[in-house]
């Protein structure tokens, strides 16, 4: 046997059943593009490095670059690659030229290459280059990074792409990457390999996902001085659900402490299990980050980490943070998908960001396993785009050209860019806030996990205490079992209960009760059907008339659980 294949055996050795078959479909073909696709967790530098390693010792290749989003992101694959002996400079500028002869390659940034797309194609041109492509994803054509990267990268020896989230939302091809067009005449991505969420789970290699959902009552004025008022979870249009969300998540407004009081009361019972468990917030912007420390500061007696994106200090927080116990960090959008730190295993949701491929990627900070049993968990507003998205975690998704582009989803990655060159520790400069939040409540409206919904209640209900205090240490199909017997208690403790004396409790009583079972039925029927809690109602109010839920009657909201139902056995 050569020494290349005793230190192919060598590496091997260590690696997940994916990342070997991996690993053996790109030697068996061994192309000059690549495309692996593995949900965030894992393993995707292991199975990149390994490869990289091989195709070094067989010199195939002679030099890595490695092309990340971010600059922490740089400095964490140096550090992965020091232990496959392949010394890499995460610290390699446009300016210096050429890199040190102590080195085998560089790790740059995307945007390194778009602004001097041709130094580095000089460099890949010299050596016989692997070009590693961290998210590739980032790199689509809506961004100036795209032509860099073409430009830059053509004359690789070889490229290999990776991905947790293989889809844009916009519809802009991503460079080196092969579409496929379907039956439909859509034009598809095409990976060489995929390993989704789902067996990943099963395999236990990431880690289940439980989303605690809270809604509430929102009121505020306008700044012509108008005063509205609207319950988030509850249908809304375009306009009121965008403010009645930014009320949520409004430092001055309740709804964000409480939930906040919630994250923290989950993440106490985790570390009972886990005692270095940590918990992340993501952000809308600096000012907000800077007030969910303080409101952090005040419900556990201990500072945050705040990690902004202009930060020159970030990656060392973030690692800092990483190698500590402390209990929670604050994240402002784009910095998100920089943070690695396999020991969160709570997250809040504190952001307007709606688009799904950023959704996936803030979920899947909080998916890395370290053992089998663990759960993690992510508080969310109430939002039916954000619910519909943690519905269908372990849909397989793809990237799809020629489709229709709804308007808020046009170059989302391109804000988050935006976000990442601002250097200001303020708000978004000249942005005039369209409103004051007035109130901010919060409920708990339920939790979903496995694409089942389970629960609804009132703040500090016994129902929310039992979602907040289950083990951190459970297996999957533990925390499947566990809910649904709860489920079925609650159902047969009701069926128990005795009947209500003549009198009968509060109108307001039963309105809330009426509203949470509508909304059950609404959540049931979106899981068979596919269609947006939104439309749904929309589809109920037209069919029986009336107001929207919040305004509804008794009899009104009789009248749609009687449709919906009817509606399930096949009547319309």
């Known amino acids: 046997m050569t020494l290349v294949d005793t230190n192919t055996e060598d590496r091997l050795s260590g690696l997940r059943q994916w990342q070997r078959e991996a690993y053996e479909e790109y030697f068996r073909r061994e192309p000059r593009d690549f495309l692996a696709v593995a949900t965030p967790g894992a ?25 990340c989003p971010t600059e922490h992101l740089k400095k964490q694959w140096a550090e992965a690659a020091a232990a496959f002996d392949i010394p890499i400079d995460p610290d390699f500028t446009n300016g210096q030229g050429a890199l040190g002869k102590q080195y085998t390659g560089a790790a740059i940034t995307y945007a390194q290459v778009a602004a001097h797309p041709m130094l580095h194609r000089n460099r890949t041109e010299i050596r016989r280059t692997l070009v590693i492509f961290d998210e590739i994803h980032h790199a689509g054509d809506a961004l100036s990074w795209g032509e860099g990267v073409r430009e830059a990268f053509d004359p690789a020896a070889r490229r290999l792409s990776l991905t947790g989230t293989p889809f844009r939302s916009d519809v802009n091809p991503i460079p080196f990457v092969e579409y496929v067009q379907d039956t439909n005449g859509v034009r598809r991505c095409a990976w060489d390999y995929s390993y989704g969420y789902a067996p990943a789970l099963a395999d236990g290699v990431v880690r289940p996902v439980m989303f605690m959902a809270y809604s509430g009552e929102m009121r505020w004025r306008t700044t012509a001085g108008d005063e509205l008022a609207a319950r988030l979870g509850e249908p809304l249009t375009q ?13 001055k407004g309740d709804w964000i402490k409480k939930v906040l009081a919630a994250a923290d009361r989950r993440l106490t019972e985790v570390r009972n299990s886990h005692p270095d468990a940590g918990g992340l917030v993501v952000a809308t912007d600096h000012e907000n980050a800077r007030a969910y420390a303080r409101i952090l500061r005040q419900i556990t007696g201990r500072g945050a980490t705040v990690v902004l994106s202009d930060d020159p200090t970030a990656s060392k927080k973030i690692k800092r943070f ?26 809040v949701y504190a952001t307007t960001t709606s688009t799904a491929l950023f959704f996936a990627q803030v979920v899947g900070r909080f998916v890395r396993t370290r053992r089998r049993g663990e759960l993690a968990s992510v508080f969310l507003p109430s939002v039916p785009t954000l619910l519909e998205y943690a519905g269908e975690l372990e849909r397989e998704r793809d990237h799809a050209l020629d489709r229709p582009v709804r308007e808020d989803d046009i170059d989302p990655e ?13 708000p978004d400069a000249g942005d005039e806030i369209p409103f004051e939040t007035m109130e901010a409540s919060a409920e708990f409206d339920r939790a979903l996990y496995d ?11 016994p129902e929310e205490e039992d979602f907040l205090g289950l083990p951190g240490l459970l297996e999957p199909e533990q925390v499947s079992q566990l809910l649904r ?28 009760d009426l509203r949470k079972e509508l909304n059950s039925l609404v959540g049931a ?7 947006p809690h939104g439309v749904i109602h929309s589809d109920l109010r037209r069919a029986c008339g009336g107001p929207p839920i919040a305004q509804a009657s008794e009899e009104q909201i009789r009248a749609r659980i009687a449709k919906i139902r009817a509606w399930a056995t096949g009547q319309r």
């Open 43 to 67: 393993g995707k530098t292991t199975f990149a490095l390994t490869l990289a390693a091989e195709l070094l010792a067989r010199r195939t290749v002679r030099a890595v670059t490695i092309v």
């Open 239 to 251: 306009d009121a659900l965008s403010q009645a969300w930014r009320a949520a998540l409004d430092p």
């Open 322 to 347: 990483a190698e500590s116990d402390d209990r929670w960090m604050i994240a402002v959008r784009m910095v998100s998908e920089g943070v690695d730190v396999p020991r969160l295993m709570v997250g």
């Open 414 to 426: 391109q804000e988050m860019v935006d976000e990442a060159r601002k250097k200001r520790d303020t």
């Open 451 to 461: 694409g089942s919904e389970f629960g609804g209640g009132t703040p500090d209900s």
């Open 485 to 512: 017997k709860r489920k079925s208690e609650q159902k047969a403790n009701e069926r128990k209960a005795p009947k209500q004396e003549e009198s009968g409790p509060p109108a307001h009583e039963v309105l809330a």
């Open 525 to 531: 029927w979106h899981h068979r059907t596919g269609q």
